[in-house]
């Protein structure tokens, strides 16, 4: 049995990763599976939290108790966390936003002509969703959590982005070989605008999670 103390609290959870459409049928993504976005979503679920689980291109089967909303895009997901974010507790952006979209869409499929060079693709910034929803918090309390991959200097760039962002937790992944994309397990550092740092051994994404809703709980009023 799990303690239920998220009961009565409205928590927003992104997963999933966003296709950024070139044409009826390109798109540019990435190799998000989504499932630590649904282990966050099934452990809030069990810890008592109403659960807005806004979903991007994961493929996965529907966790019980969460309302999901669909989107395909980041600026479709921006949309739908914006609006969820409205009288949400938490928010958690545990998605792989694009950080780019094409500038154009094509409405007939792109072809290739003959003796001739592709065209350049010219890409556009994204909104950066976090660092929306931190600046503006829909209330004081609001206690918003990001997720970072990084390669290198794992901590110094995390505690960067953690300012950046304005988050209050930003869990920091290392990305390698084995780890983290598609896998059932994750190994990270959650690190707090507070100062702390809180290292989670190599394991299941749902052992990540709780140990994300432990810190969520004790900085919620
Ligand atoms: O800047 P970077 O992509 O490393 O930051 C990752 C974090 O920011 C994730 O929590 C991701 O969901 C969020 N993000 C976002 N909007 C973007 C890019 C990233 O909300 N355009």
Known sequence: PVAPDLAGRHVVISAGGTREPLDPVRYLGNRS???????????????????????????LP????????????????????????????VVVMAAAVADFRPAEYVTGKIKKKDGQEPA???????????????????????????????????????RVKLLR?????????????????GSEENEAVVLAADGGETPVPYGPKEALADTVWDLVSARLG
């Open 33 to 59: 599976s989504g499932k630590q976005g649904y282990a966050l979503a099934r452990t809030a679920v069990a810890r008592g939290a109403r659960v807005t689980l806004v979903e991007a291109n994961t493929g």
């Open 62 to 89: 529907d966790p019980s108790g969460a309302d999901i909303v669909r989107v395909g895009t980041a600026v479709q997901l921006r949309e739908a966390v914006l609006k969820a974010a409205a009288d949400a507790d």
């Open 120 to 158: 350049p693709l010219t890409l556009v910034r994204n909104p950066d969703i976090l660092a929306e929803v931190a600046a503006d918090r829909a209330a004081p309390g609001q206690i918003v959590v990001g997720f970072a991959a990084e390669t290198d200097n794992v901590l110094a760039n995390g």
């Open 165 to 181: 962002k304005g988050c209050d937790l930003l869990v920091v992944n290392e990305v390698g070989e084995r780890k983290t994309f």
